[in-house]
């Protein structure tokens, strides 16, 4: 059995481990890699690709994916409740086995699944996430100032029920979308992505609820996006874009749920102001609306997902009654 502490505690533990053993053996990477074209293009994929180099990335992230998906459907059919058990156990170690061996893929043929697919598939993932987190939390900390958006009692049931799917996805094929590089931006990626493959290993267990948590995993892709942001423009690029855009919905989403006082939350939104105009002093007030662009994109994209999921949802039921109603009588 799991304790809660100890499994949330050993996952970062071993997530900073794991982030280690990137860095370290990166150090061994020596590739030709094609010219860089521009932003819109993922510099780290061979020239000179073959079969077997795209097959080790598409092999690997197929049987992860299929026993991520397994494991998730086991738990929601054989389990059915909140409690620490060997499910969880193997879900951690089938991970753990993927991500060494994707390590090894590395090392040995390199290539990722970018040589075959956009780098805003691997983006909008991570993005797809974060925007389904905050249409499933949209009752217990709302959408804008703790006020939730009229979001139907069967659209948010659904994406609890199925989240983990889309999850699990976003994770594993945005681990498989790189290779295991060394930059920094790649490290503070895959341990942010080892982070939610840990949260996604313990389903049906109260570390997977825990609000702190999950802030944090929210959180952190401010300090991803940022960091990217500066690697790739340097410091006059767009990094304040990312970083104030995602602590924006902190701001305007996130603490609502911390069980803050309203003076707690004050101080947030007033220390997250001033840094704004501190920053932007100096970079020109005319770029201020920079930091809602993020903000105004995940609360859009929220409105999208829940239309989809509805309208899924009103002909999987228009379906099932015309079939019924065809349906021979005996």
Same mark, same amino acid.
């Given at each position: 059995m799991l304790s809660n502490r100890w499994a949330l505690l050993g996952g970062v533990l071993a997530s900073a481990l794991l982030t280690g053993t990137v860095w370290w053996l990166g150090q061994f990477l020596s590739v030709e890699l094609g010219p860089d074209r521009g932003a819109p293009w993922y510099y780290w994929q061979l020239s000179e690709p073959t079969f077997r180099t795209r097959a080790s990335a598409w092999l690997g992230y197929a049987a992860h994916q299929v026993v991520s998906w397994a494991l998730i459907y086991y738990a929601q059919t054989r389990v059915r409740r909140y409690i620490d058990g060997p499910v969880n156990v193997v879900a951690l170690a089938a991970n753990a086995a993927f991500v060494a061996l994707h390590v090894v893929q590395t090392q040995v043929f390199y290539d990722g699944l970018a040589?075959?697919?956009?780098?805003?598939s691997s983006q909008g993932s991570v993005v797809l996430l974060l925007v389904v987190v905050l249409l499933m939390?949209?009752?217990r900390r709302g959408l804008v100032l703790g006020r939730p958006a009229p979001l139907g009692a069967e659209v948010v049931a659904f994406a609890r029920r199925y989240h983990g799917y889309l999850f699990s996805w976003a994770a594993v094929y945005t681990f498989w979308y790189h290779p295991m590089e060394a930059t920094s931006g790649h490290l503070v990626g895959f341990f942010y992505t080892f982070l939610l493959m840990v949260q996604g290993s313990l389903f049906l267990t109260r570390?997977?609820?825990?609000?702190?948590?999950?802030?944090?995993?929210?959180?952190?892709?401010?300090v991803h996006g940022t960091l990217v942001a500066v690697t790739?423009? +340097?410091?006059?690029? %767009?990094?304040? =874009?990312?970083?104030? $855009?995602?602590? +924006?919905?902190?701001? %305007?989403?996130? =603490?609502?749920?911390? $069980?803050?006082?309203?003076?707690?939350?004050?101080?947030?939104?007033a220390a997250y102001a001033e840094a704004v105009l501190v920053v932007y002093a100096g970079r020109g007030l005319g770029r201020v609306d920079e930091v809602?662009?993020?903000?105004?994109?995940e609360y859009l994209l929220v409105a999208v997902v829940a239309l989809l999921i509805w309208a899924g949802l009103r002909i999987v039921r228009v379906?099932?009654?015309?079939?019924?109603?065809?349906?021979?009588?005996r």
């Open positions: 040589q075959d697919v956009s780098i805003f939390e949209n009752r570390a997977h609820t825990n609000r702190w948590w999950t802030l944090t995993l929210e959180l952190l892709v401010a790739n423009s +340097g410091p006059d690029g %767009l990094w304040p =874009m990312f970083l104030f $855009g995602f602590l +924006g919905v902190f701001v %305007l989403t996130q =603490m609502h749920g911390l $069980g803050l006082s309203r003076s707690v939350r004050g101080l947030f939104a809602m662009r993020i903000p105004l994109i379906l099932r009654t015309a079939g019924r109603a065809n349906a021979p009588s």
